[in-house]
């Protein structure tokens, strides 16, 4: 009984190990278009968690699943359309990156100037504020309040 059991395991290997290679071969890629075409797909794909960054660059835990999808249906010799087509089934089409929306040239150092901008702006404004002479008339050793009538409250 053990022997069938045996021989099942080695026939079932000796399958799975084929048909790995015949994915393989199928597919016509080799070992570095693979991973190319992965990094390719990471990068066009967001991480359904938060929307903002690519599979291939986010650290949670549905970013690492959803990489490691992408190189089993890879390897299983699956086209780049029907892997984006799944995700965009599954979670919208606000999963694929926008090639428009990618930031380009100056535009990232945007908000550092704007930033920097505003802190020379606020430095200026203080040193110009403490510059300032102060008028005679706040100078006075009188009271503000000297020229005002005098009210007794008697209750």
């Known amino acids: ?6 021989r099942f395991a080695v026939v079932c290997c000796l399958i799975s190990a084929a048909a790995g290679i015949f994915a393989q071969s199928a597919s016509g890629e080799t070992g570095d278009e693979q991973k190319a075409r992965i ?8 991480a359904p968690c938060c929307y903002t960054e690519p599979v291939s660059r986010h650290q949670s835990e549905i970013a690492l699943k959803m990489r490691m999808e992408i190189a089993r249906w890879v390897s299983a010799g699956r086209t780049d359309q029907e892997i984006l087509g799944d ?7 606000k999963i694929l990156v926008d090639p428009r929306t990618i930031p380009r040239g100056w535009t990232p150092f945007l908000p550092w100037l704007v930033l920097i901008l505003g802190v020379f ?8 504020w403490q510059r300032k002479p102060v008028p005679d008339a706040m100078l ?10 005098d009210f007794d409250v008697d209750e």
Do not use: C, I, K
């Open 1 to 6: 009984m053990s022997h069938t059991y045996l």
């Open 39 to 46: 990094a390719r797909l990471g990068d066009a794909v967001l």
């Open 121 to 128: 702006l606020v430095l200026w404004l203080l040193n110009r």
């Open 140 to 149: 006075s050793t009188e009271p503000a309040f000297a020229g005002l009538p």
């Open 87 to 93: 995700y965009v089934q599954q979670y919208g089409s």
